[in-house]
């Protein structure tokens, strides 16, 4: 699995942090498009490089972050064929894969401690898509995009 993540200036620490977590699990190649320090960027740039990855078929998923996960994960959903979850707990990590198939996960570098978001991060890695009805009720939210 190829995993495109990138965060602004108000996340490059839970990033990098997020990168070690990734590199736990053997088949995941991580793309990491920025930005690499403390300067201050725009957060709508960089959920775009993200997600362009993920709808040109780059990647097979992405991890955006931002100082709460707020702004960065409204700039992704507002990409076509992006579904992006800001998740703070494992629970939600595990139902946005497997209720709503999201094909990016969002954190905040200034609301979400590192061991948490380790644990974020593993669960929705894991966590599968489980179709049935939840697939009738994805299909009617990227529906949504074409109203």
């Not at 800001?86 to 990590?93: E, I, K, M, N, R």
Request: hydrophobic residues 40%.
């Amino acid at each position: 699995m190829k995993i495109t993540i990138g965060s602004d200036h108000g996340a490059v620490d839970l990033k990098e942090e997020v990168k070690l977590v990734l590199k736990e699990f053997a088949d995941i190649e991580i793309h990491d498009v920025g930005t690499f320090g403390n300067e201050s960027v725009d957060y709508p740039d960089i959920a775009e490089k993200v997600c362009a990855e993920i709808v040109n078929g780059v990647s097979d998923r992405g991890i955006v972050l931002c100082g709460t996960g707020i702004g960065i994960s409204i700039a992704a959903n507002k990409i076509k064929g992006i579904r992006c979850a800001l998740c703070g707990d494992v629970y939600s990590a595990k139902m946005s894969r497997e209720h709503n198939d999201a094909n990016v996960l969002a954190l905040g570098g200034r609301v979400t401690g590192f061991g948490p978001a380790g644990e974020i991060v593993r669960a929705w890695i894991t966590s599968e898509f489980t179709g049935g009805r939840h697939a009738r009720r994805v299909n009617k939210i990227m529906a949504l995009e074409n109203k």
